[in-house]
């Protein structure tokens, strides 16, 4: 099995990888249960109090609940506005990795040369790591928020646990962080690497070159043709010297 088959089969793991780590991420948008805290009215009654960043629900032991969408968005606090933004930062950036990848994949042939290729698939490496670290900062400040108001003694309103979207969110995060790293190591080797270039032989004067076969060709022509002219030129001068002597001899004779 050679490197360029390897190389293809850890992408293709890798995009499945950060596929399942989006849909993760985006799953916990509309799961309920951010946050939730029971409290027991009487021996029989209990209700579950529970939120996302979204809305805030409540619900009793006889299984009714309600939900109650935030009534103004400029009301919320900063903190609630960050983790808004970072994680559909997050869900824009893995889908456009999404679609980078697969055009930039060994398996699909859709780009052009590989170094273009690998170039485009670190570009979408870099889009899902970027993602992953977005999603990862707001689930971590979120759950941090919850569990800071836990356990502080001073807090006296209503204290809420860490639900099941916090933990689906940090999963979903680190899947697309792994995915991403992995595809930016492999692809930005290939893309970026450094190649063996040409150069003039005159800008390594310090350094002898040994000519190929097409150059020790090229040069014994020359040799031949240089003694064919030379060869050629010695015959044109021995000729006009004979004629030269023939010349004065005839002149000589004459007088």
């Not at 076969?213 to 040069?219: D, G, L, T, V």
């Amino acid at each position: 099995m050679g490197y360029r088959t390897v190389v293809m089969y850890i992408e293709i793991g890798c995009f499945v990888v950060c596929v399942a780590g989006w849909i993760l991420v985006c799953s916990t948008q509309p799961t309920e249960i951010w946050t939730w805290s029971e409290v027991g009215s009487i021996v029989l009654t209990t209700s579950n109090y529970f939120s996302n960043l979204w809305k805030d629900c409540i619900s009793d032991s006889t299984g009714v609940s309600d939900c109650k969408g935030i009534p103004s968005l400029l009301a919320l606090n900063w903190d609630i506005h960050m983790c808004r933004a970072l994680i559909i930062i997050s869900i824009i950036l893995a889908f456009f990795g999404s679609i980078l990848v697969l055009v930039g994949m060994k398996c699909t042939k859709i780009g052009g040369s590989e170094r273009t290729n690998a170039k485009v698939t670190f570009a979408g490496g870099m889009n899902y790591l970027i993602g992953g670290l977005c999603a990862m900062v707001a689930f971590s400040y979120y759950g941090n928020k919850i569990r800071s108001e836990f356990d502080d003694p001073t807090y006296n309103e209503q204290k809420f646990e860490i639900g099941v979207g916090v933990f689906i969110g940090w999963g979903g995060s680190s899947l697309l962080i792994t995915g991403g790293l992995i595809y930016s190591i492999l692809a930005g080797r290939e893309a970026f690497g450094s190649r063996p270039e040409k150069y003039a032989a005159s800008q390594f004067p310090g350094y002898t070159f040994l000519p190929s076969r097409k150059s020790y060709a090229s040069s014994a022509r020359t040799e031949i043709t240089h003694t064919r002219n030379s060869m050629v030129s010695s015959d044109n001068s021995s000729i006009s010297t004979i004629s030269n002597t023939t010349r004065r001899t005839a002149s000589n004779v004459y007088v």
